[in-house]
């Protein structure tokens, strides 16, 4: 159980367009979906928290109109990166949370190339 | 948000000896405190975790311990084996959100 799934694995963009990324919990609903980003041997930095039903919040320093975050239902996240650059070339990787728990399960992540 | 630190960035030791990670977070409101190992390209496996109202867990040939006082928290690995070898991440919980330390590099020498 508890498994979270990414779409796409991979995608290649070219340099001002936007690109959306989903999140979905498959066997639990999720009241609380995170998202990362990691650059390569780098550490994995929180962006943003994302609630059902609510507006995300975003950790300092992020863009939230560039990182557009949806959080439709209990078991689908979006993150759409608007206008992408070369330095938004990057692994993001999504959480959710089942409430009740501490614990955060990780998707697949997502490899995004801006050429 | 929360500050967590870890040491060593690299660590190398040879099949069989033990692994010490160790890691310090800023805020005291942190409360859980996992573990991770990523292998590249892959999502982060919780390999142990400890919420803060325990002092040490234990996993097999796996155990963290946690100070509270001090602000830190320790991963260590017994009887290292081959198999052992990638990235490992400590993270503090603040208000259920995970801030990561900065990750080590696990090398285990046949």
């Known amino acids: 159980g508890a498994v979270v799934s990414q779409h796409p694995s991979w995608v290649i963009c070219k340099s001002g367009t936007s690109v959306k990324i989903e999140c979905r919990s498959l066997d639990f609903q999720a009241t609380t979906m995170f998202w990362y980003r990691q650059f390569p041997k780098q550490s994995l930095m929180l962006m943003a928290t994302s609630n059902e039903g609510s507006k995300a919040t975003y950790e300092q320093g992020v863009e939230k109109d560039k990182f557009l975050i949806n959080h439709a239902s209990l078991t689908l996240s979006t993150l759409t990166v608007t206008s992408a650059h070369p330095e938004d070339s990057s692994f993001y990787i999504c959480?959710?949370?089942?409430?009740?728990?501490?614990?955060?399960?990780f998707g697949p992540g997502t490899r995004l190339t801006v050429t | 948000g929360e500050n967590v630190e870890q040491h060593p960035s690299t660590l190398s030791v040879q099949e069989g000896d033990s692994a010490v990670i160790k890691c310090t977070y800023s805020d005291s409101a942190s409360n859980y405190f996992p573990w991770y190992k990523q292998e590249l390209g892959k999502r982060p496996q919780l390999i142990i975790d400890i919420r803060s109202n325990v002092g040490e867990k234990k996993d097999q040939r796996i155990a963290v311990t946690l100070n509270k006082t001090a602000k830190h928290f320790s991963l260590h690995i017994t009887e290292t084996q081959p198999e052992d070898s990638a990235v490992y991440f400590c993270a503090a919980s603040l208000r259920n959100q995970f801030y990561f330390g900065t990750g080590t590099s696990l090398t285990v020498i046949p």
């Open positions: 959480s959710a949370n089942p409430g009740g728990s501490y614990e955060q399960y």
